[in-house]
Every structure is written in C-alpha cells, then in structure tokens.
C-alpha cells in the first residue's frame, strides 16, 4: 500500500470497513498535496468538491461577517473535512478552510465519491457514516453558540481541542468562541 495514503486508507475503515475490490480502487484515486502555513485550501465563494484529509498539520474552517473572522472547525491530523455546502450542492463554498501548520493532505474527487458509493456497498456505509459524523458535529457545535455562554463554549473548546491548545492562536481560539481576547484572557485567568 503507497505510504502516503495509509492513514487515509485506516480512518475510512475505522468508520465503515471497506472491500477489497472498494480498498483497491480507493487507493487509486486518493492523491496528496502539501499547503504550507498559512495557504488557503479552498476559498470562499469558490467551488470545493473533495473530501479531504489531514496526513499532518492543523487547519481551520472560518469566514469573516462585518470585519470579523469567525472560526467554527480546526482539523489535525487523521480527521476529513469537507465544504459541506459546495461538496454536497455543487455551490460555492460559504467559507474558506486555511493551513495553521504546513499540512500534508489526502483527498478525494467527488466524482470518484460518487463513483465508489454506487459501485461498492462498503464505500456507501462509509459515506452515510462520515455524513454522520459531519451533521452531529455541526448540530453540538450549533446548540454550543446557542445555548453557551462564552464560559461554557471556552470549557467545551477545552474539552474538544484542549489537547491543540499550544498549536492554535489565541486570536483563532477567541474567533472559535466569538469574543474578544480581553474577554478570553479574563476567562483564562479564571481557571
């Protein structure tokens, strides 16, 4: 198996194992690029259709509304992500993915997605479960912004990317959480 693949290839299987015949043509298709810090993966209002892959590094999906950057994903490694909106509607993406850390990333065409859920039960159940993963991270994210105040959403961040704590930015940590870093640093302080 190519080397650069094979986590791509393990956290696939750890969400639906796959067939022989689906694992063959998977690989076949999988490529890799490399972003260096600060390069933009897709950009707004742009159309994006791959499900991609961090090998290495950390990423993050934000957009700006009024002046103000708004963070609501980070990615390290061995996580997929996707525009959802352009992957899923063939429209141009709301938001825009960047490389926090030079970043090694695989991914998948979305007409070989297509290709490989018609044409292999195993990669569908795959599909239907990443599919999963993507609405119930974005429904706990949303009941977070609506239900939190900004103590809670710094403690549920604590809980989801504490372990990135020393990778992202207090600027990018204040954008996650939608407050100033004044009030991220009073928040801190704290604890």
């Known amino acids: 198996m190519n080397e650069e693949v094979g986590d791509f290839l393990k956290a696939v299987n750890n969400l639906s194992v796959l067939s022989e015949q689906a694992t063959s043509e998977l690989l076949?298709?999988?490529?890799t690029k490399k972003y260096m810090k600060g390069d933009?993966?897709?950009?707004?209002?742009?159309?994006?259709?791959?499900?991609?892959?961090?090998?290495t590094g950390l990423a993050k999906h934000?957009?700006?509304h009024k002046g103000s950057q708004f963070i609501f994903r980070f990615f390290e490694e061995d996580?997929?992500?996707i525009a959802?909106?352009?992957f899923f509607k063939n429209l141009p993406a709301d938001y825009s993915t960047l490389a926090l850390e030079d970043c090694t990333i695989n991914y998948l065409l979305y007409d070989d997605f297509e290709r490989l859920c018609n044409k292999y039960h195993s990669f569908e159940s795959f599909a239907r479960k990443f599919v999963s993963v993507v609405a119930s991270t974005a429904i706990s994210n949303?009941?977070?912004?609506?239900?939190?105040?900004a103590t809670g959403r710094y403690n549920k961040f604590l809980?989801?990317?504490g372990h990135l704590q020393q990778r992202i930015s207090l600027g990018d940590t204040a954008a996650f959480?939608?407050?100033?870093?004044?009030?991220l640093s009073r928040i801190r302080s704290k604890k």
């Open 159 to 161: 809980k989801e990317y």
């Open 177 to 183: 959480l939608g407050i100033s870093q004044v009030s």
């Open 142 to 149: 949303l009941k977070g912004l609506l239900y939190l105040d």
């Open 62 to 64: 934000f957009y700006y």
């Open 84 to 86: 959802t909106d352009s």
């Open 40 to 55: 933009v993966i897709h950009e707004e209002g742009k159309l994006c259709r791959n499900l991609f892959f961090i090998k």
């Open 79 to 81: 996580h997929f992500f």
């Open 28 to 31: 076949e298709c999988v490529r």
